[in-house]
């Protein structure tokens, strides 16, 4: 770890959004990894206060472990980018274009990559919101993570609920065909696919508790897939990395339905770092374990920095 020698990472964790207790366990467990390593790794909770107070620190670089709202919209990356402190992850642009679901879809259909087919519900148009799918239906926020406020709508009787939940935590909500398939979560470094991550939720859907209980669902990597299969699901991952700028090592979702066309769900710029998280699991099948992972992530702040 020469390279870092006299170098203090800042690992930023917590913050003030829904998926704040995730992120101090995303967080600790970088930390972790970081000392291990033998580097200066401290943590930030970051909260509303964290510009006004930054003099307080001595930052070379800061590890990105926040998830959600301020984390991976662009906000805390616009903010470094201000203190022109290199940071983990994908860049200002990026990561506001990645966690905005519905510029997410925009992008999608006009680069040709297959995803589900959707409708934009904004608050003020509620009353007057007509669906035209017919059931099941997935309705979403279009700016949370880890499930947040998503519901999967197969009875008429659920689906004012559904909205009701999403504009809890969005002016936009997304309102999409629902696709049966395996749901795939491919892992990138760089842009390059890693090991393919079948989930297998036990309860039929990956809400937040299924993401984060262990025991609750079933990972299978790598996947089992055809080659065919496996070359679409990789094809389309590059390709949903280079629309998005994706940087560092974020994760493409998808659902691969029966004729074995990957429909994508997102790109996770800061995939999570738990006990039960995708990425970690991804990389150790090709080798790389946690602590490298960590590394790896680190150098590619400092690589693809500008």
Request: some cysteine.
């Amino acid at each position: 770890m020469e390279r870092y020698k006299n170098k203090s990472v800042a690992v930023l964790m917590g913050g003030i959004s829904e998926e704040r207790e995730v992120s101090l366990v995303t967080g600790n467990a970088i930390l972790k990894a970081l000392i291990s390593k033998g580097i200066d790794a401290f943590p930030i909770d970051v909260n509303k206060w964290f510009l006004k107070e930054s003099h307080k620190y001595e930052i070379d670089l800061a590890f990105i472990a926040l998830h959600g709202t301020y984390g991976e919209d662009g906000t805390i990356q616009g903010i470094l980018e201000y203190m022109q402190i290199p940071y983990t992850g994908s860049g200002v642009l990026g990561s506001a274009i990645a966690y905005d679901k519905v510029i997410t879809k925009e992008l999608f259909k006009f680069n040709g990559i297959p995803t589900a087919d959707y409708e934009v519900v904004y608050s003020e148009d509620r009353d007057s919101y007509k669906c035209s799918f017919d059931l099941p239906l997935v309705v979403k926020p279009s700016n949370q993570g880890s499930s947040i406020g998503v519901s999967i709508v197969k009875q008429s009787a659920d689906f004012e609920p559904a909205l009701d939940l999403a504009f809890k935590y969005s002016g936009e909500v997304i309102v999409e065909k629902f696709i049966e398939g395996k749901l795939l979560a491919i892992g990138m470094d760089g842009p390059t696919p890693l090991p393919i991550v079948h989930i297998n939720p036990k309860s039929g859907f990956y809400d937040y508790e299924s993401k984060y209980t262990p025991g609750k669902t079933e990972y299978i990597c790598p996947a089992e897939l055809s080659d065919h299969e496996k070359e679409q699901c990789e094809t389309v991952s590059k390709k949903v990395f280079r629309v998005l700028k994706g940087r560092g090592v974020p994760r493409v979702d998808v659902i691969l339905d029966d004729e074995g066309t990957p429909y994508v769900l997102e790109m996770n710029t800061i995939p999570g770092m738990t006990a039960t998280s995708l990425l970690p699991m991804a990389a150790r099948q090709s080798g790389i374990e946690f602590e490298d992972l960590v590394i790896r992530i680190l150098d590619n702040a400092t690589k693809d920095y500008k």
